[in-house]
C-alpha cells in the first residue's frame, strides 16, 4: 500500500520490508499466530524519519477483510477513540487503528517530544491514503445492549481465540474454523460472557449445539444448566446462529440474556 513520500516534516524511508503468513514470524515470532488466525496476507513495515535520530514505525496489516481488520484490532483492546480510521487506540508511544480491510499501528522510535501528538500525526497520515470506509460484523450488531461492558466485544474465527478471551475446553466442541464468525462480549453484574456463532448452515449449528451441549451440559437435551462452581450455562439455536451464556449468575438472567441475543440473531435473517 502506498504511504505519502511526506507527513509534515516525517520523511518515508525507501527500505520498506514486507512478511506474509508463512515469514511474519520472522517479525514478531509467535504473536504471528494471532494475524493468522484472521485473513491476514501480509504486513508492510514502513519508517519515516526526521533530521538523524528521530523515526517512527508504521505496520500496514491487511487482514483480508474489513471484518478481520476488525476482529485483530478488537482482540486485545481496552477501549477506543473515533477520528483516526474507524477507530483507534493509544497506549504510551504506540498507536493502532482499523480502516478497510488494513489495521495499522505506528511506533514512536526516538522522539524529544510527546510521542503521543506525533504518532497521531503521522497516523493520520497514513489513514488519508488508505480506502475509507470499513463496517464491524454483523454479528456485533447481535449482542443485547443492556448490561454489554463498553469495548468487551471480540471478534474471532477459531477454536484457540475462544480459549484465549474465555477458557472453555481443550476440545474443539464448537467445530470453530475459518468457516465459523463469532464474536464474544461480557456483561454485568458480574463476569457473565456472551458468545454468538454463525455457521455455514443450519446442520453446521445444530450439531455444534449437540456436541456443546454434551461435552458442557451433560446432555443435548438441556438447554440451561449449572456448572460445578455454581455458575449458570445456557445455550439455544437460531438458523444458522448459535447463542452461548457463560458464567450467568442466575437461572432468570442467564435464559434472559440467550433469549434476548436468540431475538436479535433471528433480525439479521429477516
Known sequence: ???PETIGEWVLQDDPVTYD???????I???????RSYAFTQVDVE???RGEVESVTVEIFDMGTPHDAWGVFSYAREEEEAGIGEAFERKGSILCFWQSRFYVCVAAD???EDPGSIV???ARGVSGHLPSRGERPPLVRALPPDGLVPFSDRYFHLHQTLNYNYYLLRENVLNLSSDTDAVLARYAPGST???LIKYPGEDAAAAALASFREAVLGSEEVATSTREDGRFVSSGQEGPYLALVLDGATEDTT????LAALERLAELQE
Open 1 to 3: 500500500m502506498p504511504l
Open 21 to 27: 503468513r508463512e515469514t511474519i514470524f520472522d517479525y
Open 29 to 35: 515470532n509467535g504473536a504471528g499466530e494471532v494475524y
Open 47 to 49: 519508517r519515516y524519519r
Open 110 to 112: 526516538q522522539l524529544d
Open 120 to 122: 497521531e500525526e503521522v
Open 193 to 195: 460472557y456472551l458468545v
Open 255 to 258: 435464559d434472559a440474556l440467550r
